[in-house]
């Protein structure tokens, strides 16, 4: 499916923006089944309920969304899951959509600002671990994968699978959710191999490595690395050198314009190139913080209105 050869970065003279690695190859077939309803409705509101698991958010909240989509839709689970590094939490909720058959599983964006400065400075000192499933990972990254696993993650997710085995999976989040979901997609679809799972990462930073990014590839149905022009987040951690050790970026990435028109998006040949988010040189909080017309600002929510 990939070419022989890497297409180059035309910007050689910010290495920042360089990935010169065979995981990074064009491919010659572009996805047909990414479908822009789905993810601008459905996965925009899986994505809110999870946000609103935490301990700020009164009872109910996560189904206050999801009950703003036309479909049957239940909660499961709700995990607020306490970190180990930054002492903090994260959200994850587990559900189920009757009408569209799947199970989905959402995690939390970043709540606070302490949880916001230990990405950072994870990002700054270079720190990579040993991910459990193979490859390596952002430390901090591995550290809230371990947590939410001893918190419970997998006899909730049985629990789901038993009672709906027919379903596949699909995991979604924005920002750290959209790390989160990148890293326990690989999970979900190595514990249930014989199920379909389907990733919809919404602007998240880079997460594991090359190892990690080809099981992606082999073991997922499909995934989709969602981005609006203009983030900064997916550009963290920075790739400052083509040989030291770095995070990379999955494909296929689906790239919107500022404005994010339903038929104005492009996926990307490349998990990262200078034609789509790469190549953005102006960069905006708002970028990452509004997408499809919706407020995806994570502090104190209420109930979805």
């Known amino acids: 499916m990939e070419t022989s050869q890497c297409v180059a970065s035309k910007y050689l003279c910010h290495p920042w923006r360089t990935v010169l690695h065979e995981v990074n190859c064009p491919v010659r ?12 409705i459905e996965v925009a509101h899986y994505i809110h309920a999870a946000n609103r698991v935490s301990e700020d958010t009164p009872v109910g909240g996560p189904m206050s969304c999801l009950m703003k989509v036309p479909e049957n839709i239940h909660v499961l689970a709700e ?26 599983i959402g995690f939390r964006s970043t ?3 302490i ?36 918190f ?16 596949p999976f699909l995991v979604t989040g924005h920002s750290l959710g959209g790390a989160m979901s990148t890293v326990f997609s690989l999970h979900v679809a190595l514990k249930y191999p014989l199920k ?19 099981m992606l590839k082999e073991h997922l149905f499909e995934q989709f690395r969602i981005v609006r022009d203009g983030d900064f987040v997916p550009d963290f951690p920075l790739r400052v050198s083509q040989t030291l050790e770095a995070a990379h970026h999955n494909s296929f990435e689906v790239f919107y314009p500022s404005h994010m028109t339903n038929d104005n998006y492009r996926i990307c040949d490349q998990a990262e190139t200078e ?31």
């Open 29 to 40: 077939v572009l996805p047909t089944t990414f479908n822009d309803t789905f993810n601008r």
């Open 79 to 104: 995990l607020n899951v306490p970190t180990t590094l930054e002492k903090r939490t994260i959200g994850v909720v587990i559900g189920v959509n009757h009408d569209l058959r799947h199970i989905f």
């Open 111 to 113: 709540n606070d600002p």
């Open 115 to 150: 949880q916001f400065i230990a990405q950072w400075l994870a990002f700054s000192m270079g720190w990579m671990e040993d991910f459990p499933l193979g490859g390596r990972m952002v430390g901090i990254y591995v550290q809230i994968y371990k947590d939410i696993l001893n």
């Open 152 to 167: 419970g993650f997998d006899a909730a997710l049985e629990k789901a699978a038993i009672q709906f085995p027919f379903y």
């Open 196 to 214: 379909q799972v389907r990733l919809y990462s919404w602007s998240g930073p880079r997460s594991g490595d090359e190892t990690f990014v080809r």
């Open 275 to 305: 034609t789509c988010l790469k190549g953005s040189w102006w960069k905006s909080v708002f970028a990452h913080i509004f997408m499809f017309d919706m407020n995806f600002f994570n502090a104190r929510l209420g109930y979805c209105t």
